[in-house]
Structure formats: C-alpha cells, structure tokens
C-alpha cells in the first residue's frame, strides 16, 4: 500500500535509482510493517532548473543530490514510528542524510485498489 | 474537483492514453457525482526502470502494461461509492484489470481554486 | 515544510518556471506564515497530450498556458488564510488568473522530514 514517489536530478544511474527505492522499502518492512511484495515506487528524474530547494532549511546543508521521498500511506503510523522510519530510510540509502527529504501523506484504508477494481482493504 | 494523475511506462499513444484518461473520467461521472465538465488530468509517461511495481500484491498478475491512477478529489464518498468507483474505472479502461492500480487522496472542499483566485467551493 | 508541484505545458523559459515558482513562494510567506527559507518546488514540464483540463469548469476561460500548482503542506490555515493564499499566487504569477489551478494537500506535522532522518516538526 505504500505508493513511493522519488524526485531527484537526473544524472544517477538506473542501479542507483534501484538502490534508493532499495533503502526506502526495506524501511518500510523493518519499521512500519509494510510486507515485503508490497512494494511500488515511481521515480522523477529532472532537469536541474526543475527542482528548486533551499540549500540549508531544516538545519541541514543541502547539495544538488537531494532526494525528496514523498509516501503515500495509510494512516494509523506513531510519531514514534515515522521517526523510526526517517532514520532508517537515511541509514540504509547510503547517499550524505543531508540529501534525504521525506513527505509523508496519510490516507484510509478504504482509498486503495491494487487491481481488479476491488477496494484491497476495504 | 477531481484532479488526476496517471502514471505509465511510455510506450502508449496520445489516444491511448486519452481512452485511459476517458475510463477514469467517465467512471468519476457515473460512481462519484462528478460533473462531466471537471476534468483535470496529468498522464506521467515513464521509463521501464522508474516504474517498480511487485507482479503479484494484492493477489493479481501485474504486468509492464500497468497503470497507476491517483486521484486527488473532497472527502465525503462512501466506501460503497468507492468500491463502485474502482470497478467502473476498470471495466471501462478496457486493459487486464490486474493492470489497473488506484490511489486516492481525500481533500477537503475549501482546498482547491480552479482559477481568478478564488476557492472554488469555499 | 510547504511542498510545491508546478505541472505545465513545456514551452516556458526556465526563468519563467523561477518566477511562477517565485510566486507561489512569495504567497506563501506572505499569507500562510512560511519562512522564507522553507522552499522546495518540484516542476513538471508536459507534452501537450498530456496534460488534459477542462477550458472552462469553475467559469473561467482556461488557455494551454495553465499552471496546476499542488502544494502539500501542514493543516491548519482557515478557509481565510486560504482564500488569500489563492488571491495572492494568482497576483504574483502575472499570468492570466484564469490559468492558475492550486489544489492543497494537507498533512499532520509529523510527516516531514528535511534531513538528517528527523521528524523535523515532530
């Protein structure tokens, strides 16, 4: 059920690419109970002009490798877990955890259809 | 109201993807009360690595012809509708139903201006 | 903390894409208490085809210059604060306010993290 959306620069290679979603899933499973076939990531390769972000906001020092991890979720995650999760995502991407932006939207249950037209929790 | 954005590999034609875009439309119609003239739609066409999708969760045989289909829309169906939603968009998008995946995000009314400045249902 | 995604039509200068990305920004300091330096925007340029709005639902007269600006941001602004935070994009972008579509996504405060794998508000 998540659904995984990743917004980077162009330039990384289709390896690397693999290996962020890599880190952002096995997050997922180890932290906030996602099951390990239940993984979809769609990733936004842009030209530089198209990603604007502010190189020091958050108390960090931001580089041209930013990747901003936008999930989709169901609600229902503790502070206690997200936190889990954001450490976890930065510990295993393997990319400086200045560079790791995550965004987190919430939404119910019944608000997924993973085929078939059936609502998959519902 | 409704706005939505499709994700899939490239490889599809304009009119393709306008008969993608017309399925969900139309099911917004005849399921969610949606008025036939709010149609806002944005098609992401991706390369084949930055589209991870796991064949088989959620019980389907998921293939390279997947359609990801996330609708942002106001709060307020019912689960009912939403089941009825999920069904029509597949029986009308006329793709293998394993190939249709559907998110939605649920906003309330006072969050979309359709134009001159103005909250729209405000 | 605000998230922007600026979908257009391809065609614009990258200068362009700065100033409409300037004015959304600039809005949101100014009517929804965001620090200046809280600014992260993602564009997205599009083919024609892919990119479908109806010209004229919420009664305005909708060109191929639209701009759909999606902003992900924490709840808790009044329908008063929105409202302005629409009327003042539309001024800044200095496009016609028929072409300027906002859609709001709201989140808790705990689903940010802008480095370091923090909770940034948390």
């Not at 620069?9 to 180890?30: E, M, N, T």
């Not at 503790?78 to 954001?86: H, R, S």
């Not at 932006?101 to 119910?108: A, R």
Request: aromatic share 6%; proline share 5%; charged share 25%.
């Amino acid at each position: 059920m998540p659904l995984v959306e990743i917004t980077l620069r162009k330039g990384r290679s289709p390896q690397q690419l693999r290996a962020i979603g890599d880190a952002v899933h096995d997050a997922l499973i180890a932290q906030a109970n996602v099951p390990a076939d239940d993984r979809f990531q769609i990733f936004h390769e842009v030209e530089p002009h198209a990603l604007i972000a502010h190189p020091t906001y958050g108390g960090v020092n931001r580089s041209d490798d930013l990747v901003i991890v936008r999930i989709t979720l169901n609600a229902g995650r503790t502070l206690e877990i997200k936190k889990k999760l954001y450490a976890d995502i930065v510990a295993r991407m393997g990319i400086r955890p200045d560079d790791v932006l995550i965004s987190l939207v919430e939404v119910t249950k019944e608000n997924w259809s993973f085929g078939n037209g059936v609502a998959t929790y519902g």
